[in-house]
């Protein structure tokens, strides 16, 4: 069945770092890719999409691009903010009923 | 702004008790969903509904059942609470665009003793 891989956390940065968080999936046919994200004490919020191969998602400086090749969708952000602290979840749905499939988390804490 | 309102934020519930747990969507979506969100497994469907009347289940739709009376109120019943349903319940919508993001409540932390 489908499923999403993401990379375990924490992940503890400082301030103005480069963020990689890795994200893989299995799934037939051609998913559409999400990356969510929690704050603290909040529900979960669309970061950025991507519907079809090569397709790259981007907002608020983070980017994922859509890699059919290597079944990957990868987030990543040039500089980061202590404000990004959060958990980050990746996840699949086969658009047909937009069902998501989410990856287990990724723990961002940004050190100033 | 999609609003999704969860009635409770935090609820202590004994082993046994019937609980329910209100969802109220404010922007006349078909899509409902309950997810729960434990450590370690991210968030796992347990039922959905696509309209009124109508549910399907998730992934782990045991112990749990729903009810959608109208349209923007999706409700998760736990008929008889067990310790582990100790977990984060959050409700969620979407329209029936292809591709639509979901749009969250933010969660209700049910313990259960």
């Known amino acids: 069945g489908n499923s999403v891989t993401q990379m375990e956390g924490p992940v503890t940065l400082s301030e103005e770092a480069f963020l990689t968080i890795n994200c893989t999936y299995t799934?037939?046919?051609?998913?559409?890719l999400f990356w969510y994200v929690q704050y603290p004490g909040e529900g979960l919020q669309l970061l950025l999409k991507?519907?079809?191969?090569?397709d790259k998602g981007s907002n608020k400086g983070f980017e994922a691009t859509y890699r059919k090749e290597t079944t990957s969708f990868h987030l990543e952000k040039g500089s980061v903010q202590v404000s990004d602290s959060a958990v980050y979840f990746c996840?699949?749905?086969?658009?047909?009923?937009?069902?998501?499939?989410f990856g287990t988390g990724t723990l961002l804490a940004v050190q100033p | 702004d999609v609003k999704v309102t969860q009635s409770s934020r935090y609820l202590v519930k004994r082993t046994g008790e019937k609980v329910f747990l209100e969802c109220v969507q404010d922007?006349?979506?078909?899509?409902m969903f309950w997810y729960r969100q434990d450590p370690g497994l991210g968030l796992r469907l347990i039922y959905f509904?696509?309209?009124?009347?109508?549910?399907e289940k998730g992934d782990i739709p045991e112990g749990y059942s729903v009810s959608r009376e109208k349209k923007e109120r999706f409700s998760l019943i736990l008929e008889s609470a067990s310790t582990n349903q100790t977990s984060m319940y959050l409700c969620?919508?979407?329209?029936?665009?292809?591709?639509?993001?979901?749009?969250f409540g933010n969660g209700t932390r049910l313990t259960v003793t």
């Open positions: 991507a519907t079809k191969a090569d």
């Open positions: 969620a919508s979407s329209s029936t665009g292809l591709n639509s993001p979901l749009h």
């Open positions: 922007m006349d979506h078909e899509n």
């Open positions: 996840a699949l749905s086969d658009g047909a009923t937009n069902k998501l499939i």
């Open positions: 509904s696509y309209d009124v009347k109508m549910k």
């Open positions: 799934a037939t046919g051609y998913p559409s």
